[in-house]
């Protein structure tokens, strides 16, 4: 009988191998744990809506983040505006537990100031297909369609001109909606925008008048007399005097009493879009694009401070399996987290299967409502801060 000896040397070398491997798998494990670990980080809090609380590291710096994942076919998204007006502040929560929502995320960028004004949109907002702010730089906007079924939505670059129309042609499309007039703008006061239009007496308003929902309607010209009331059943079309061809043009249209309406015309880029858009929110700026990182703060006029600056951040993307996600960062609070650059948001996003991205109105808005109470930490001393309008989640019944 043969004695196999082996040699020490060998068996030194056994044993290294045997450790390699052993720590290659142990590598892999707790790589596969750290990839996978954020998808399981979600809670089921309801139907359709999960819930993950992550702390996130850039560097040795900390980030709080708060998910909500969403499936459209069991919960159905809105846009509703502080107040249900075009005007005013109001927090999210206030927001989410008027319309009885399980969940909700501040929304747009908003005029904040002491104003009579404060809360107007700054950019694209429709609601229930109503258009109570235009659009601003073809700036990037979520836009929601609910049917019976499922929410169907889209993130991209979304423009609406306002058409001012007779029966024979379309007469204009520079007009604001629901913002401020100053000297030179035409603008279009809606019934959502409140009682008055908050006009001075230095121009000249049109009050229009349709008749039932048609468009039909009548004209009531008032020159040099501001502040005039708006029509539950039309708009009123404001003129800061003769200041072009363009006006006078409308002036002569006003004073022969001819009828008018107005309407939105949405495109992207040169494309118009014809589908019906229930709600439209915009903000800035896009992130992903078609799976691929696409910031576009230049394109869409936003400051390099802007985007490269660490703040807090909202923001919704659309991930690969058809769910929607929204998400709120924390910021402003060292040591505890810090915020995001637009780059560092959408790496982040990218990373948790994001195929669409915006960037929406953040710092001291960035608030998200699950339940009944709000589970990131605004960053305003004085805590959750009064907004212009929100997305709100409710289940489908």
């Not at 699950?370 to 990131?376: P, Y």
Request: with cysteine; net charge neutral; proline share 3%.
């Amino acid at each position: 009988m043969k004695t196999y000896r082996r040699d020490p040397q060998q068996l030194l070398y056994s044993k290294q191998f045997v450790t390699s491997v052993f720590s290659v798998f142990t590598i892999c494990i707790l790589f596969a744990f750290v990839v996978i670990a954020p998808a399981q980080e979600f809670k089921q809090v309801h139907p359709g809506v999960e819930h993950a609380q992550v702390t996130h590291k850039i560097g040795e710096d900390p980030v709080k983040i708060n998910l909500l994942r969403l499936d459209l076919t069991k919960v159905r998204l809105d846009v509703h505006h502080a107040l249900d007006k075009a005007i005013g502040l109001e927090t999210t929560s206030s927001i989410a537990k008027r319309k009885g929502a399980v969940a909700a995320i501040n929304a747009g960028f908003f005029r904040l100031d002491k104003s009579a004004w404060a809360g107007d949109a700054s950019e694209l907002l429709v609601i229930d297909g109503r258009l109570l702010s235009d659009s601003v730089n073809q700036r990037v906007a979520l836009s929601i369609v609910n049917t019976n079924k499922r929410t169907n939505f889209d993130i991209g670059q979304l423009k609406a001109d306002v058409g001012l129309l007779n029966e024979d042609d379309l007469i204009s499309l520079n007009f604001d909606v629901n913002r401020e007039r100053k000297m030179g703008s035409f603008v279009i006061y809606t019934p959502e925008f409140g009682p008055t239009t908050l006009t001075d007496d230095k121009g000249v308003e049109v009050i229009v008048r349709t008749s039932n929902g048609t468009r039909t309607s009548s004209l009531e010209l008032i020159d040099g007399i501001g502040n005039n009331r708006i029509p539950d059943n039309g708009f009123v079309v404001s003129l800061t005097g003769k200041v072009s061809i363009e006006a006078e043009y409308l002036h002569s249209i006003f004073y022969r009493k001819q009828r008018v309406w107005f309407a939105p015309f949405f495109s992207r880029g040169t494309q118009s879009i014809l589908p019906r858009i229930e709600d439209a929110i915009a903000g800035v700026p896009q992130l992903i694009k078609n799976g691929r990182i696409d910031i576009t703060w230049e394109e869409e006029k936003a400051s390099k401070a802007f985007a490269e600056t660490r703040h807090p951040r909202t923001a919704v993307a659309k991930l690969k399996d058809g769910k929607f996600l929204m998400v709120t960062v924390d910021g402003r609070q060292p040591g505890v987290s810090v915020g995001m650059s637009l780059q560092e948001l959408a790496e982040y996003l990218l990373s948790l299967g994001a195929m669409d991205a915006m960037n929406l109105d953040g710092g001291g808005s960035t608030t998200m409502y699950l339940d009944g109470k709000v589970v990131n930490t605004p960053s305003d001393k004085d805590g959750e801060r009064k907004i212009g309008d929100a997305i709100v989640v409710t289940l489908r019944k």
